[in-house]
């Protein structure tokens, strides 16, 4: 284990330690989205109602939102390696209990439990940008947000897949196997970090309001990455019912074009590089416009049938969120070297409350409208945005 590395150093963090780094962080938050496709399978076999089946996912959605709020911020006041392996052990923990599961309280607790300590992700991603040297952060964060942001995008599909073989309870006892493993390989290869602050918990908590408002490209930039995480998860929640009622896709099918569509993780190191070139601007102007073209796009190739074009737009509007989210995060962490982890945690915070609107507004829009109404409201968040960033973001200083 290397110990207590300088930050900001100018000797590169090894490619296997963020390669595992960038594993690590896709692992953990993979474990938000097994459930999202496989609701009807767990909901009566653990005796949840249909009425209720909605809180397979939304507790452990509901842990990371508690999780960004006040785990997070621990990775300004605790040595980080630690915290990283707290968190790692109680994402174990939690998939061995949602995978013994038998009713839906031991369920739910254990959702619960897992969607908490899964932020440890939201702990390494800070983490690493203490260890990389100036220059190379920006190729740092992209790496580490190209391996979560696959996690989102393969939970699906690998779910769907290995129920269809070995049931539901399998993928989470896979993924207990996982985090178990990856642990252990931080463990032993993980630098420690201790943090100068020397201010209390309740201190820090407080002061993330304070960092709110002194920073004026924190709160843009959380405002940009919330809406365009909105519009993903509306993406995300209305092209599967497409796909199926228009295409008659089974879930095998639609576990496929999610595949497909998780090819907009390789927009990742682009961003990195980008950033690390100041060019975060031009970098976040192309996000937005990916994002806008990619739903207008798509509204018009549902209409015309074509399926494979339909992929392509899922590769444009991931790859949007990829190029914006990287480009924001690396703008954010040069505000405040002391207040990393609290910055990362406003800026997620704002990003999963907000974004979690859009599965809402993307079954409501589609049960209302059809996709020419979802994929219309998907362009037009894009376009908004774009004005937005156009008329007051002309600069990426503080």
Not at 58 to 86: C, K
Not at 189 to 211: E, T
Not at 362 to 371: C, E, K, L, V
Request: proline share 3%; aromatic share 8%.
């Amino acid at each position: 284990m290397r110990s207590n590395t300088a930050e900001g150093d100018s000797t590169p963090l090894p490619p296997l330690l963020v390669a595992l780094m960038a594993f690590a962080c896709g692992a953990m938050v993979a474990n938000l989205y097994y459930a999202q496709t496989l609701i009807d399978t767990i909901g009566p076999q653990i005796g949840l109602s249909p009425g209720l089946a909605g809180m397979v996912t939304t507790l452990t959605q509901l842990g990371y939102g508690l999780g960004l709020a006040l785990l997070v911020p621990l990775g300004d006041l605790f040595e980080n390696r630690r915290l990283t392996l707290i968190a790692t052990a109680g994402t174990t923990l939690g998939a061995v209990g949602i995978a013994l599961s038998n009713g839906p309280a031991t369920f739910l607790i254990a959702s619960l439990i897992t969607g908490v300590c899964a932020t440890g992700a939201q702990v390494l991603i800070p983490l690493a940008t203490h260890l990389s040297s100036e220059e190379r952060q920006g190729r740092t964060i992209g790496l580490l947000m190209s391996g979560l942001l696959t996690g989102i995008m393969l939970a699906r599909p690998l779910a769907s897949f290995l129920t269809e073989v070995a049931g539901w309870r399998a993928i989470f006892w896979l993924s207990a196997a996982m985090m178990a493993l990856t642990g252990l390989a931080l463990a032993a290869k993980l630098p420690s970090r201790r943090p100068q602050a020397k201010i209390g918990y309740g201190a820090i908590v407080a002061s993330m309001g304070r960092l709110f408002m002194q920073h004026r490209q924190l709160r843009l930039r959380a405002f940009y990455q919330a809406v365009i995480f909105a519009a993903f998860n509306l993406f995300w929640t209305a092209a599967p019912l497409e796909l199926i009622h228009r295409f008659a896709f089974s879930q095998d099918d639609v576990a496929l074009f999610a595949l497909a569509g998780a090819g907009g993780a390789l927009a990742a190191p682009l961003a990195g590089w980008l950033g690390d070139r100041g060019l975060t601007w031009w970098s976040t102007l192309v996000a937005m416009v990916l994002l806008t073209a990619g739903f207008a796009a798509a509204g018009v190739v549902v209409t015309a049938g074509a399926v494979i074009a339909f992929a392509a737009t899922a590769v444009l509007i991931d790859a949007s969120v990829q190029l914006n989210q990287i480009s924001g995060q690396k703008i954010i962490f040069a505000l405040s070297r002391e207040a990393r982890s609290r910055v990362n945690a406003v800026y997620m915070t704002i990003m999963f409350v907000v974004g979690a609107s859009g599965s809402l507004i993307g079954s409501a829009s589609y049960h209302a409208g059809g996709w020419s109404l979802s994929a219309g409201i998907g362009a037009a968040m894009g376009a908004a945005i774009l004005m937005v960033f156009l008329v007051f973001d002309r600069r990426t200083s503080d």
